[in-house]
């Protein structure tokens, strides 16, 4: 056994490698701000909408967590898990796992609490979620979710409220009107289509309906093909189909594309495909009272529509669906053209309180992924929370004058304007550096002389870059901001701020 705190030669000391686990981000100032932003702006409209804030942690109990229940020694597939300590009588402790989405633990929570809570229930949450998932480009074991649900109500009018509250949301978080539509379905009426083109096998009414979900990427025809025998794709794989034939196949093709024009519209041509179908006919009911309800509520045609090609959770919901996606054109840092789609979703599901208290409890609800709107909104040229900031720099002449810069940012700071002292060891070439990696809108100087005769050297950095990129336009701002000014002491913090422009409150 090697000693290796001893003189051996061939002896190592062990170093850890600097890495963090795959699929968990590291997150500097410009990330936080934007998702601080977001779920500022959204939690605001969440609150005038009569929605509680709720926190349930971020454990529970593997087996209350529904979606991934333990059929091992180690419940981890799809979470993360871990055993609790063993209880009082020495018995093993159970296994916990962190949450994998907002919505189970609410679940949760809704039949812990039911007796005591306001019914029906309204809360919102927002807060980190963990999946243990194989991580890929855009896809995280960990990232930020918020999301809106009513629990206790069966009224097609708590899934308008929440479409509605939805479209306002994403508009404060940043997208303005037109950049984002909320797309609308029923559950029923994909179950009601299923029943009179004679699907009766789980097994083809789920080929039926993954090939209605791939109407985006295959288009009609493919659609077509995918409802009948089956699909050679372009690399010679064939995928099986449902295996309806003649009108079965027309129906859903006519229904998967009624979704043109306005939601009027929309429902009536709906209604000639479905049929008579019970369970159809309930579907057309909940969704002409969810129009109704979006129309006082003020949500147009282009905000919300109805879109019966949207399939969401096969085994989850159980009536509306519905589906945010983007519609502003992004690009990555290279040019180049990216699609987000989706950035957000929901719909009722009436049985998941119903795990804890056998009794169904009617639910519906609208989650999106907070770090992928940010990521989306950044793609459009939205920074989200606008540009990033930093701190105003004092710079730091001489050891002996450093009260004065302290007093400086001192005075900015209560201002409401962030400010710090350079805190290094170098001269001031490196030190404008620094101001400028940090982004820093202005420089302090204050040698002897300035404070001596009681003035203060203010170096407009904001300026010096519009300079230094060649920007042609804003002339009369230009003119009206020196680089670099000399004014009395007094005058500092007005001079900021107008340097600023208000960024930081002012």
Same mark, same amino acid.
């Given at each position: 056994?090697?000693?290796?705190?001893?003189?051996?030669?061939?002896?190592?000391?062990?170093?850890?490698?600097?890495?963090?686990?795959?699929?968990?981000?590291?997150?500097?100032a410009?990330?936080?701000?934007?998702?601080?932003?977001?779920?500022?702006?959204?939690?605001?409209?969440?609150?005038?909408?009569?929605?509680?804030?709720?926190?349930?942690?971020a454990?529970?109990?593997?087996?209350?967590?529904?979606?991934?229940?333990?059929d091992?020694?180690?419940?981890?597939?799809?979470?993360?898990?871990?055993?609790?300590?063993?209880?009082?009588?020495?018995?093993?402790?159970?296994?916990m796992?962190l949450?994998?989405?907002?919505?189970?633990?609410?679940?949760?929570?809704?039949?812990?609490n039911?007796?005591?809570?306001?019914?029906?229930?309204r809360r919102y949450?927002?807060?980190?979620?963990?999946?243990?998932?194989?991580?890929?480009?855009?896809?995280?074991?960990?990232?930020?979710?918020?999301?809106?649900?009513?629990?206790?109500?069966?009224?097609?009018?708590?899934?308008a409220?929440?479409?509605?509250?939805?479209?306002?949301?994403l508009?404060?978080?940043?997208?303005?009107?037109?950049?984002?539509?909320?797309?609308?379905?029923?559950?029923?009426?994909?179950?009601?289509?299923?029943?009179?083109?004679?699907?009766?096998?789980?097994?083809?009414?789920?080929?039926v309906?993954?090939a209605?979900?791939?109407?985006?990427?295959?288009g009609?025809?493919?659609?077509?093909?995918?409802?009948?025998?089956?699909?050679?794709?372009?690399?010679?794989?064939?995928?099986?189909g449902?295996?309806?034939?003649?009108?079965?196949?027309?129906?859903v093709?006519?229904?998967?594309?009624?979704?043109?024009?306005?939601r009027?519209?929309?429902?009536?041509k709906i209604?000639?495909?479905?049929?008579?179908?019970?369970?159809?006919?309930?579907?057309?009911?909940?969704?002409?009272?969810?129009?109704?309800?979006?129309?006082?509520?003020?949500?147009?045609?282009d905000?919300?529509?109805?879109?019966p090609?949207?399939?969401?959770?096969?085994e989850?919901?159980?009536?509306?669906?519905?589906?945010?996606?983007?519609?502003?054109?992004?690009?990555?840092?290279?040019?180049?053209?990216?699609?987000?789609?989706?950035?957000?979703?929901?719909?009722?599901?009436?049985?998941?309180?119903?795990?804890?208290?056998?009794?169904?409890?009617?639910?519906?609800?609208?989650?999106?992924?907070?770090?992928?709107?940010?990521?989306?909104?950044?793609?459009?040229?939205?920074?989200?929370?606008?540009?990033?900031?930093?701190?105003?720099?004092? *710079?730091?002449f001489?050891?002996?004058?450093?009260?004065?810069?302290?007093?400086?940012?001192?005075?900015?700071?209560?201002?409401? *304007?962030?400010?710090?002292?350079?805190?290094?060891?170098?001269?001031?070439?490196?030190?404008?550096?620094?101001?400028?990696?940090r982004?820093?809108?202005?420089?302090?100087?204050?040698?002897g002389?300035?404070?001596?005769?009681?003035?203060?050297? *203010?170096?407009?950095?904001d300026?010096?870059?519009?300079?230094?990129?060649g920007?042609?336009d804003?002339?009369?701002?230009k003119?009206?901001?020196?680089?670099?000014?000399?004014?009395?002491?007094?005058?500092?913090?007005?001079?900021?701020r107008?340097?600023?422009?208000?960024?930081?409150?002012?």
């Amino acid at each position: 056994m090697t000693d290796q705190t001893s003189n051996d030669p061939e002896a190592t000391t062990f170093r850890p490698q600097a890495r963090n686990p795959r699929g968990f981000a590291d997150k500097r100032a410009r990330d936080l701000r934007a998702e601080r932003a977001i779920l500022e702006a959204v939690s605001a409209v969440y609150e005038r909408y009569g929605f509680e804030a709720l926190d349930t942690g971020a454990f529970e109990y593997a087996d209350a967590l529904g979606k991934f229940l333990p059929d091992s020694d180690r419940p981890n597939e799809g979470v993360f898990a871990l055993q609790d300590d063993p209880d009082s009588e020495g018995k093993n402790g159970q296994w916990m796992a962190l949450r994998y989405d907002l919505t189970a633990p609410l679940a949760r929570f809704a039949a812990q609490n039911w007796e005591t809570l306001p019914k029906p229930f309204r809360r919102y949450a927002f807060g980190p979620v963990w999946r243990n998932e194989k991580p890929g480009p855009g896809r995280f074991r960990e990232f930020i979710q918020c999301d809106a649900d009513t629990v206790g109500s069966a009224r097609p009018e708590a899934d308008a409220e929440i479409i509605a509250m939805a479209v306002e949301g994403l508009e404060a978080a940043g997208l303005p009107r037109g950049a984002a539509v909320l797309k609308i379905n029923n559950r029923k009426l994909l179950n009601g289509l299923l029943t009179a083109a004679g699907v009766e096998t789980g097994g083809q009414k789920l080929a039926v309906l993954r090939a209605v979900d791939k109407l985006d990427r295959l288009g009609v025809e493919g659609v077509r093909l995918l409802l009948g025998e089956g699909r050679l794709d372009e690399s010679g794989a064939f995928t099986k189909g449902a295996g309806l034939v003649g009108k079965a196949v027309d129906s859903v093709v006519d229904f998967v594309q009624a979704g043109s024009g306005g939601r009027a519209a929309t429902l009536a041509k709906i209604a000639e495909v479905i049929g008579g179908s019970a369970e159809g006919d309930e579907g057309l009911e909940e969704l002409a009272k969810i129009d109704t309800a979006l129309r006082s509520l003020g949500v147009a045609d282009d905000q919300a529509l109805f879109e019966p090609s949207i399939v969401r959770g096969l085994e989850y919901y159980t009536g509306a669906v519905f589906e945010a996606e983007l519609l502003l054109s992004t690009t990555d840092d290279k040019g180049n053209k990216v699609s987000f789609g989706s950035i957000g979703g929901g719909g009722r599901y009436d049985d998941l309180v119903a795990r804890f208290t056998g009794q169904t409890t009617p639910a519906t609800g609208f989650s999106f992924g907070v770090s992928r709107l940010a990521a989306a909104l950044r793609a459009a040229g939205r920074e989200p929370g606008g540009a990033a900031r930093g701190p105003v720099v004092v *710079i730091a002449f001489d050891q002996a004058h450093m009260g004065d810069y302290f007093a400086v940012a001192g005075e900015l700071r209560a201002a409401g *304007i962030p400010a710090e002292v350079y805190l290094g060891t170098s001269g001031m070439r490196p030190q404008m550096k620094y101001a400028d990696r940090r982004l820093s809108p202005a420089a302090i100087m204050l040698g002897g002389d300035e404070i001596a005769a009681g003035t203060v050297t *203010i170096k407009d950095l904001d300026l010096g870059r519009e300079l230094a990129a060649g920007v042609a336009d804003n002339a009369a701002w230009k003119a009206e901001r020196p680089g670099q000014q000399t004014i009395p002491r007094g005058e500092l913090v007005a001079a900021v701020r107008k340097i600023t422009s208000g960024d930081f409150g002012g």
